[in-house]
């Protein structure tokens, strides 16, 4: 014989109660997770953002050093370079000076009759060495004439001396050297194709030539970017 229990009106109040307050705090603890996860990813998010903004700002403040840079590094070797042209320009400068006033002052050496007569006969032997011939012709100038005819006495007898061989030595009077020349001679062989130009002004060039880089030494001193010389 079965029996039922009804449950009174308190009894069931109290258990709408508890499923309430179950039901309530189920809701609780689950909008607590969706507000924990939604906290972790706006962390995330965050962290995220700042990151990249980070990287942008670092980006960009590179490119701006790196831009700073290259155009510090541009002005400064322009500024090098100009500088080193300026310099490089006033040694020129000098060096010029220094050459034009050894051609002004080599009018000066055939006022001394002596010496230039001297002189013009190591002139006139280095040509003879040079051309080894029999017969040859010296040109000079008009107004030099006197002191080169004994300086042509003096060279074949030196020549004769050292090579034991005599030479005909005379001045090619149809084509002087140019009475604006400073002095010095022309040795002439070949038949008048060979000429060895031993003339100031010839000579002066030859030492401007090759002497430069001494000069350059001595006044200015060594050249520290220069790894090879002659």
């Known amino acids: 014989m079965s029996q039922n229990h009804a449950l009174s009106d ?4 109290g258990e709408l109660k508890k499923m ?16 924990i996860k939604a906290d972790e990813e706006f962390a995330i998010e965050k962290s995220k953002l700042v990151r990249q903004e980070t990287s942008s700002i670092d980006t960009q403040y590179d490119k701006k050093f790196k831009q ?16 080193r042209l300026k310099v490089l320009s006033a040694r020129q400068a000098l060096l010029d000076d220094l050459f034009e006033k050894a051609s002004k002052e080599l009018g000066g050496v055939t006022k001394d009759k002596g010496k230039y007569q001297e002189i013009s006969k190591n002139l006139i032997l280095e040509g003879l ?4 011939e029999d017969d040859v012709q010296v040109r ?6 006197d002191i080169i005819k ?11 001396e050292t090579t034991g061989r005599e ?6 009077e149809q084509d002087p050297l140019a009475e604006g020349s400073y002095g010095g001679v022309s ?3 070949g038949h008048g194709k060979i000429d060895i130009n031993n003339t100031f002004e010839e000579r002066l060039r030859l030492l401007q030539t090759e002497a430069l880089p001494s000069f350059r030494m001595t006044l200015f001193g060594k050249n520290e970017n220069r790894r090879f010389y002659d």
């Open 10 to 13: 308190d009894q069931v109040a």
């Open 20 to 35: 309430t307050a179950f039901i309530r705090q189920e809701a609780l603890e689950k909008a607590k997770e969706i507000q």
């Open 68 to 83: 700073a840079s290259m155009s510090q590094q541009i002005t400064r070797s322009t500024l090098a370079n100009k500088t």
């Open 129 to 132: 060495y040079a051309l080894s």
């Open 140 to 145: 000079a100038r008009k107004a030099d004439y």
């Open 150 to 160: 004994k300086s042509i006495e003096d060279a074949k007898k030196t020549y004769k």
């Open 167 to 172: 030479i005909k030595i005379t001045i090619d």
């Open 187 to 189: 040795v002439v062989g």
